[in-house]
């Protein structure tokens, strides 16, 4: 057991970025804004600072509150940048950066119900943010412009 749980973390940590800081997903920072069949979402990222990044995401529809979620990336205990989501307030659940490429990054909780991975993209003054099972199935995507 101890072997298995060992190859696992091994596994892990050999796909995640080699020195990948939080300061290395300061092209996240901003105001996004989405308004997609009436329903209008932000999400805000704060700069880069002390290691950690705080974010918050908001989706309104005819001024009813659909979902909100506290956000922050910060480095875990193994120096890795880790998404840690809370939506509505509650508790955090936390993704390991597993892939970042310029202007990318990849986040991966494969024990979590739904999402168990976050990648973004950015293009320009555009960002796409998209939730997914492991395998990719059941995805949905978010296409915000830059506020």
Same mark, same amino acid.
């Given at each position: ?47 880069? @600072? ?5 974010? &918050?995401?908001?989706?309104? *529809?005819? #001024? ?7 956000? %922050? ?25 597993? @892939? ?5 990054? &990849?986040?991966?909780?494969? *024990?979590? #119900? ?7 993209? %950015? ?25």
């Amino acid at each position: 057991m101890k072997i298995q749980a060992m190859l696992a973390a091994i596994a892990l940590t050999a796909s995640a970025p080699a020195c990948a800081q939080v300061a290395d997903l300061a092209w996240l920072s901003g105001e996004w804004m989405s308004d997609a069949g009436g329903v209008w979402t932000e999400e805000r990222w704060s700069i880069p @600072r002390g290691g950690m990044m705080l974010g &918050t995401s908001l989706s309104v *529809k005819a #001024d009813k509150v659909l979902e909100f979620e506290f956000l %922050r990336i910060e480095t875990d205990r193994y120096g890795k940048p880790t998404y840690v989501a809370q939506p509505r307030g509650g508790s955090p659940v936390y993704f390991p950066l597993i @892939r970042m490429e310029s202007g990318s990054a &990849t986040f991966e909780n494969p *024990k979590h #119900d739904f999402p168990q991975r976050i990648t973004y993209i %950015r293009d320009g003054q555009a960002l796409t943010a998209t939730i997914s099972l492991m395998d990719g199935s059941n995805a949905i995507s978010w296409t915000f412009n830059q506020r």
